[in-house]
C-alpha cells in the first residue's frame, strides 16, 4: 500500500505516522509546501510574546529532536518531499503532480490511497493598501519571525490588529507592554463572537482595564501609506485614522480546498473540503484531515469551521485507521475554544444563546459568577459561568467561562456532558473533585446547573444584565432590589437601587412596593435569589432577579 | 409542615435553607450540638497550616457573614437550637427528645418530617495510651486550634501523623516547615489507598523528597506518656518508638449513626444510615443527609463510605427537595477525591485496578505521564495519568492523575465520562478546550485513552512497573529497551538496560535479540510504543512496553 500525504504541519504528520505505526509495509509520502514542517502554529503569539524563546521550540519533539524531514524518515518512517507543492490530483490514475518549489523540477507520484492536510491561510480582505508592507498575519513560523523583526525595528508605537477573535485578542496578549499603543479594530458589534455578547464585553473591559484601545462595529476602510509610500503608517475607519507603525490581520482562516475542488471533491457549505464521519472524500481513496475540512457540529449536525490543533490530531488518527483497515469515526467537534487574555481565562463549548434559539431550543440560560475555590481559601479567583440549555428536557447546549478563575476545567466538563446529552440535573449530580486548594464544595458548575434547575422549575426567574439595562434606559418603572451589606454597596453600586441588606430585608419586607416588578440582586445573586424567594413567598407577584449580579454586569457602575 | 434538622454543620444547613425557600410556610427547627454552626470542615488543615489565617474564616459566608443562630433566623428563616443534643427519636409520636447542654434543661420537638444530619466523626482505635494528651484528631475546630496550640506550646520538634490517607497527607503538608520530624505511620503497604498502588508510591516519594518520613507496613502498637505520665511523648510500633511531640490520629471518619439505630432506622453494611435514592431512610417521614450517610457507588451499585462537604450538599438538596414534594434522586457517587500534597496534584474517581477486577472486569489499563501543556510552554507542568478500563467493552472504570500538572481537571473529566458510561473512545474524541496556556494539543486524557485502545486493539502490549521490577529481581531473561537519547540516558536509567536511540533503531534492529522478550521504554513510553511497532514490524515476536517510561518508574533509578 502506498499512501500520499499532502501537508507537513500537523495533521498530515499525524495521519503518515500512525499509518506507519499500524501497517509496516505501507510507503508513505509526504508533500509540504512551506519552510517548516510539523511545527505548533498555536503557540506562535507565545513566540511573539516572548513565553517561547526560539522558534525552534516550536518545531521540537518533547525530547528535543527537530521534526525535519530526516526526523521524519528515521524515527518516523515516512518519507518526506520538502519544499514540494502538490499542483493537481489525477483521480482516474490515482495520482498526483507536483513542483519542487527550489529547483522548479515537476513529476507525479501515484497512491493507493491520498490524504490531503492542506491546512487553512488567513484572510486578507481585498481592502485598498491590504499590500503595503508591515501588514501581517500570524499563521506561519515566517510571520512570526516578520512580526518580531519589526517590534524591533520599528520600536513600535502604535500597532493596530484588526480582528477581535482568537488570534486577534491572543495577539494583543503578546504584543502589550512592548508598543505604546495598541487598538484593535473589530467590524462586529462584539469582539469573541464565539461568546454571548455579555461574556465578551466583560473579556473587552478586562482588555481595556490593561490599556487596549477596543474599537466595535469598526470597518477598516483602507491602508494609508507612510513617506515611503511602501510601508503602512495608518489605518482608516469610520471612527477615524489610526496610526500604525505596523498592523497584525486576524480576521479569520480558510480552508485550503482549492486543490480538492480542482479533482471535483466535494466541498462543504463553509468552504472546507467536506468528508464523512470516517474522514473520506467522495473519493473513497482520498481521505482529508485538519484545517482543510469543515467539520459537523455534535449538536446541530451542521457544518462548522472551527480549525484547531486539537481536532486535526484526531482527524488524522481516525483517517489513519480507517486507511489501514480499521474502523472507525470522528463524530464532530462542539466549538470549544479557550483563550487567556491577560489575567483572564475565556472558554467556550456548545451553542450560544443565538445559535441555540436559531438551532430552535426554547432556551433558558444563567449567568453565575463566584470563587472558583472556597471564599476562606486566598488562592481563589473568581469566575463567571454562563450556561445555556433547553427549557423543556434540561439538557444542555452550552458553557460559557470568563474570570481570572479555572475556566478550562469547568468547560472541559461541560464538553464531556455535552457529549453525553446530559442534563443539567445530570451536571448538578457530578461528583466532582473536591478539596479547598481545587474547588468549592459546590463547584462552580454545579451551582449554574442547579440555577438552571431552579430556573425551569419556577422556583427564580431572571432577567439578563442587557434585559435590565434596557429598563433602565426606557426609565421603566421598576424595583432593582440590592440585598448587599452597606460596605459592600460602598465599593460598587447600580444606579437607581433600593438598599435593603438581605439580613434586614425579613424585617422590612412591607418597604418594598407590591405593585411593580421587583429585580433582586447582590454580589452574585445567590442573595438575590434568596431574596427573590422570600419576596414571592410574601405575596409579591412580580419578582425577578438580576443574573450574575454585580459581579456580572458589563456596563458602568455607580 | 414541620420539619426537624438533627446536625448544623453541613448537610443539615444546606437542607434546613432550601426547605425554607421552596415552602415558606414550612417551621424549620435544627438542631446542633457542637460549638459551631455550618463551619468549613475540609478547610481545617488549611488554617492549622496558615493559608487560612482566622478559623472564623471558616465559619463565613462569602460576603463576611458569619453563620451563627442569628443568621440562620434573619437570613435564611431557620430556627436554631445551638448546643443542644438530640438524644432519641420518637418514630410513633414523630418527636425527637433533646438535652440543652449549657442548662441540661431537656424537652421534646415533633415533626411532620425529620432530617438526619448527624456527620461522621474521627475513629480513636483502643490502641494503648489513647487517651493520653496531645494526641489529637482534626474534625472540628476546636480540634484544629488545639493543634494549633500544640505546635506554639511545645515548639514541635517531632509529630507523628498516624494513617496515610487524604486527612494524614493533608496534615502532613500543613505541618511540615513548622517541625523538625514529620514521620507518617501507616498500618497498609501504602499511603492513600484510593490510588493504585504505583501511583501511590509516586506520591510518597515526592512526600520523602519534601522530609516526610513515611513508615509503611507499620501499627501503631502504644502511645508512650512522657514525664509527666500524662502526654504522649512517643508511639510505640514495630520499626522502633517513634519520639512524638504530639500526634495526629487519621486513620478513618465513621458515620454517627447511633441516633437512627437507637430509632429502628436501618444501617447499611458500612455503618452508615441506609436511604433510598430520595435521601429517606426506611421511615417515610425521616431522611439523612451527609457524613452519617452511606452512599451507593455508581458503578458497582455497591455501598460505599466517602464522606465529603460537596456530597452532603448534594445529599441536602435533593432530600429537602423530595421533602417539599418535587421528586430528586441521588444517584450515588465515584469515590473521587483530590489532595495536594506540596507540589503534587492526586486525583482519582471511579474504580482502582484492584477494585475493577474484584468487580469482575477483565481490566485493561495504562501509565500515560506527560507535560499538562505543550512541552514549549516554560508554564508546563508534569503529569502522570492512569486508566482503568473494560477490555470487552472499551468502557471507563476509573482514573487517576498524580504529579505537579492539572490532575484536578483530567479527572473531572472522567467524573462527566464515567458518569455518562463512555469508552475510551468517546474520550479520545471529545473537543476538549485547546490553546497552548491550558492543554496540549492531544490532552493528557485523550492521549491515556489512546493508549487503552491501542493495547485493546492489540497494537501495544504494556507492563507495569511492578511487572518489569519482578521480572529484574527474578534475573528473569528479557532484554530492557531505552530508546532515549544518550544525554537523557546520561541524567537516570534503569539498571541492565540495554541503549539504542530510536532515531537510529532502524538501522541498528539486528542488535535486538529476536528469542527474548523485548520490553521498550522512554521517558514517557511514547517512543517506547514506536520503537515496540518497529521491532513487531521486523518480525520481533514478543515486544512490550514498559508502562509510563522512566517517568513513572516509582524505583530505584540507575
Redesign the interface.
Known sequence: MKVVVVGGV?AGPKTASRIV??R?DAEVVMFEKGNSLSF?G??LP?FVGG??KQHT??M?T????VRNAG?FE????VKVRPRCEVTTIDRAKRQVAYTELESGVTGVESYDKLVLATGGRPVRPPIPGINLTNIFTLHTIDDSRAVKAALVKTAARNVVIVGGG?IGV?TAEALLGKVDQLTIVEMMPQILTMLDWEMALLAQRHMEANGVDVRLNCRVEGFIAGADGQSVAAVRTPQGELPADFVVLAVGVRPNAELAKAAGLAVGALGGIATDAHMRTNDPDIYAVGDCVESRH?ITGQPCYVP???????HG?VAANNICG?ADT???????????IFDF?I?R?GLSTEAARAAGFDVVTCIAP??DR??????FKSLIIKLIADRKTGRLLGAQAVGPG?A??R???A???L??G?TVD?I????????????P???NL?TAA?IIKNKI?G?AEGLTPEEVKQRMDAGANFVLLDV??PP?VATAALPGAMQIP???L??RLAEVPRDKEVVCF???SL?G??AA??L???GHPNVKILDGGIAAWPYEKA
Open positions: 500537523a505505526r499500524l509496516p505548533a498555536c503557540g507565545y513565553v517561547v521550540d516550536l521540537m518533547p525530547a528535543g529532536a526526523f528515521k524515527v518516523k518512517g482568537l491572543e455534535r484547531l490543533g486539537s481536532t486535526a490530531n484526531k488518527r480499521v470522528f463524530p464532530g467537534v462542539l466549538g470549544s475554544t479557550v483563550c487567556k481565562n472558554a463549548t463566584g470563587p472556597p471564599h476562606y481559601m486566598p488562592t479555572g478550562d476545567k468547560i472541559d466538563v464538553v464531556t456532558a457529549s453525553a446530559m445530570d448538578s449530580k457530578l461528583d466532582l473533585v473536591y478539596a479547598p486548594p481545587y474547588a464544595a459546590m463547584d454545579i442547579d422549575a422556583l448587599r451589606t459592600e438581605l439580613g434586614v425579613r424585617e447582590c454580589q452574585v442573595r435569589y434568596e424567594r422570600m414571592k413567598n410574601a
